[in-house]
C-alpha cells in the first residue's frame, strides 16, 4: 500500500478541487450537488486509508520537485499523526455537509454556484492540513479564505451578508499578511520552505529568528480563529447558508489552532509568543461565554459558543498541551457540525440559564467534582503508569464543569436518586475526557512538551473561577440593577463589533464586493 500513498496523498485534496473546478461546466443541478458530494466522499475515503496506512508503515514525507530540490516550487506533504487525523476530520465534514446541502439548497437558483465554492473551499482546507511546504500552506490558506468569501456572498442581495463578508475579508487579509511575513522570516533564516527540514534545524538548536516568526504566527492564528478582539466577523456571518456556518465553525475556524499545532517544534522557543497566546485564549474563552449566554437567537449563540471554544483551544495550545488542543479541534468540530445542521430543533427549548441553583448544590457539586476528578487521575495513573496525565489548570476547568452540571441535578430535585445518578454521570464524563487526555498526548507525544509560568497558570485558574462564579449566579442577574445592564453590554457583544464595523464603513464606505 506504500507505493500508493504519495497518489493517496495527492488525490485527496485534488479530487474535491477538480469536482469544484468541474460544477461549473453545466448539466442539472441536483445531479451537479450528487457527484459534488461524491468526491468529497471518495477522498474521506482515501483519507481514512491514508491513516491505516500511517499505523502500519510509519509517517511518509511526499515531494515532487520538477525545477530542482533547491526551488521554492516544490509540492512537499506530509502524511503524520497531525496531517491524518485532520484530514479524516475535514474530509469527513466536508462530505456530511456537502450532502445536507442537497437538500438544504434543493430549488436554490444559485445551487451549482454554491456546490463549487463549498468544494473548492474543502480542497483548499485539505491542502492546508496535508501540506509540508510554508509557500503551499500560505497559498492553500489564502485560497481558503477567497472560497469562503464568496459563499459568504452566497446571497448577495442582503446588506447584512455584503457587510459581512467584508470585514472577513479585511481581518483575513491581515492573517495573510502575518502568515507570509513569517514564513519569509523563516526561509530567509532557514534557507527552506519545508516543514521537516525546517523542525531538524531548529532540533539543532538553531533557533534565530523564532521569536518574531512565533508573534506572527500568534497574530495569523487569533484573526484566523476568531479571537477577542478580532471576533466580531464570526457572529455577523448568519446572513450565509447554515451548511456555510456549520463548515466553517467546524473546519475552517479551527485553522488558527491547527496552525499552532503543526509549527509547534518552533513555539517551544518562543515562549513570550506562547505566553501571549495563553493570555489571549483565556480571556476569549471568558468573553464568548458570557456573551453567549445572553444571545436570544440560536445561531448568534453558537458563534459566540465558537469564539468561547476557539479560545480554550488557543489557550491550551499557549499552556503547550498541543495534544489535547488537537483533540479538542476533532471534538468541537463535530459537536458544532452537528450543532448548526440540526439547530432548528433547538427552537421552542427552556433557556437553561432560567433554572435557579441552590448554594449548597453548588457547594457540593464543587466538592464532589473535585473528588471526582482527582480521584480518576490518579487511579489512572497508577493503572498506567506510563500514561501521560498531566491535567494542571485543564483539571480546574473539568472540576468547574462538572460542579455546575452536579449543581443543575441536584437543583432539579429529585432526592438521592438523582444525586447518585448525576454523580454517576460526571464520573462518566471525568473518566472519558481524563483518558481522551492521556491518550491525545500519549498519541501526539512526538510533539513538544513546554512548560508554562506559574503565574500565568495562577491567573487563567483565577479567570475561570471568575466565570465559574458569574455563570453559577447568572439566573439572579435580573434581581439587580448591575445584573441588568451586564446582560445588555453582553448581548451586544460589549460593543466592540460596534466600533469594528465603524472602522470598517470608514475603509470600505461605497465600494462593491468583488
Known sequence: MRSFLPLILVAIPVLPLLAGLLARVGGAPARTARWVAAAAGVSALLAAVAALALITSGPLTVRWTPWGAASAWTLSLRLDAISAVMA????????????????????????????????????????????????????????????????????????????????????????????????????????????????????????????????????????????FPFHSWLPDTMETPTPVSAFMHAGIINAGGFLIVRLSPLFAHAPGALNLLALLGALTAAFGAVAMLAQPSVKRALAYSTIAQMGFMILQCGLGAFGLALLHIVAHSLYKAHAFLTVGSTIGLVPRTAIPLKTSALTLGALASALIVTGLATGLQAVFPNASVHLGVFAVVLVFALAYGLARAWSAGGGLPTALRGFGVAALIALVGIALHAGATTLFKHLPIVTPPTALLVLIGAIFTALFIFQALLWRASHYSLGRRLYVHALNGFYLGTYANRFLGLLWPKHPVI
Not at 101 to 128: E, H, I
Not at 144 to 173: D, E, M
Request: charged share 15%; net charge positive.
Open 88 to 227: 479524516v476530520l475535514v474530509s469527513f465534514l466536508g462530505w456530511v455537509v456537502l450532502r445536507f446541502s442537497r437538500n438544504y439548497l434543493a430549488g436554490d437558483a444559485g445551487q451549482v454556484r454554491f456546490f463549487s465554492w463549498m468544494s473548492l473551499t474543502l480542497a483548499s482546507v485539505l491542502a492546508v492540513v496535508i501540506s509540508n511546504h510554508l509557500l503551499l500552506i500560505s497559498a492553500a490558506w489564502i485560497m481558503t479564505s477567497l472560497c469562503l468569501h464568496r459563499l459568504l456572498l452566497h446571497y448577495p442581495g442582503r446588506a447584512g451578508a455584503i457587510f459581512s463578508a467584508r470585514k472577513k475579508y479585511v481581518v483575513s487579509r491581515l492573517a495573510d499578511v502575518c502568515l507570509l511575513t513569517a514564513a519569509v522570516i523563516l526561509y530567509r533564516t532557514y534557507g527552506t520552505w519545508e516543514l521537516d527540514t525546517l523542525f531538524a534545524s531548529v532540533s539543532a538548536d538553531r533557533t534565530d529568528g523564532l521569536v518574531t516568526a512565533g508573534f506572527l504566527i500568534v497574530a495569523c492564528a487569533a484573526l484566523k480563529s476568531a479571537q
